[in-house]
C-alpha cells in the first residue's frame, strides 16, 4: 500500500485542480469521466477529468489523471474503459 499511495501521491491525486479550472478544457458529448473523492483526517475533496488522454499533452494535469488510471489498473488488475 504504502508504493501505490507514494506512486499516487508523485502523479499530484491528492493536489489536482479539477478540470474546471484549466482555461480552455471543456467537455465533449462522448468519452471518459473520471471523478476522484479523496477524504484524509482533515480533508475531502472531490474532482474530475472528461477524457484526459485528448488533453494530456496540452494539460500535465490530464497527463497525470491518465498516469493514475494506469497505474491503478495496474495495481488491481483491472481494466478501465478506452
Known amino acids: 500500500w504504502d508504493n501505490l499511495f507514494k506512486s499516487l501521491v508523485d502523479l499530484k491525486l491528492l493536489t ?3 478540470m474546471n479550472e484549466l482555461p480552455n478544457y471543456t467537455m465533449g458529448d ?3 469521466d ?3 473523492e479523496i477524504a484524509t483526517k482533515e ?3 472531490m474532482y474530475h477529468y472528461w477524457t484526459p ?3 494530456s499533452e496540452k494539460y500535465w494535469q490530464a497527463k497525470n489523471v491518465t498516469q493514475i488510471a494506469e497505474v491503478l489498473q495496474r495495481e ?3 481494466d ?3
Do not use: H, P, Q
Open 53 to 55: 488522454s485528448s488533453y
Open 34 to 36: 473520471y471523478v476522484f
Open 76 to 78: 488491481f488488475a483491472f
Open 16 to 18: 489536482l485542480s479539477d
Open 30 to 32: 462522448d468519452g471518459i
Open 43 to 45: 480533508k475531502y475533496r
Open 80 to 82: 478501465y474503459t478506452k
